[in-house]
């Protein structure tokens, strides 16, 4: 299985920016994922984490303004990033689970089995 993260890039605070996880690999793959993020300097965090049937979570830090969503007939998932701000600068990770399916078993980073190789994401003040 292959995850393939697309979609970061530069933009100015207050904007948006929408990323993309695509999978491949497996016809049979649907798993819960989570979008991640580590800043340079700092340890990777979760920032969201989303069902195979659709439930979400995130992180307080971007609560209201970042959405994730999947579309699992197209094996992808998105992370919608709205009113951006020079902390969220950091490159982006999409991955899956294998054994976790609640929203409470996918709250540290342990939980995920399958990682993307990453999306820089640059907000400029």
């Known amino acids: 299985v292959q995850l393939q993260a697309s979609g970061g890039g530069l933009v100015q605070a207050g904007g948006s920016l929408t990323l993309s996880c695509a999978a491949s690999?497996?016809?049979?793959?649907?798993?819960?994922m989570g979008w991640h993020r580590q800043a340079p300097g700092k340890q990777r965090e979760l920032v969201a984490r989303i069902t195979i049937g659709g439930s979400t979570d995130y992180a307080e830090s971007v609560k209201g303004r970042f959405t994730i969503s999947r579309d699992n007939a197209k094996n992808t998932v998105y992370l919608q990033m709205n009113s951006l701000k020079p902390e969220d600068t950091a490159v982006y990770y999409c991955?899956?689970?294998?054994?976790?399916?609640?929203?409470?078993?996918?709250?540290?980073?342990?939980?995920?089995?399958?990682w993307g190789q990453g999306t820089q994401v640059t907000v400029s003040s």
């Open positions: 991955a899956a689970s294998r054994t976790r399916y609640i929203l409470s078993a996918l709250s540290s980073l342990g939980s995920y089995n399958d």
């Open positions: 690999g497996s016809i049979f793959f649907i798993k819960p």
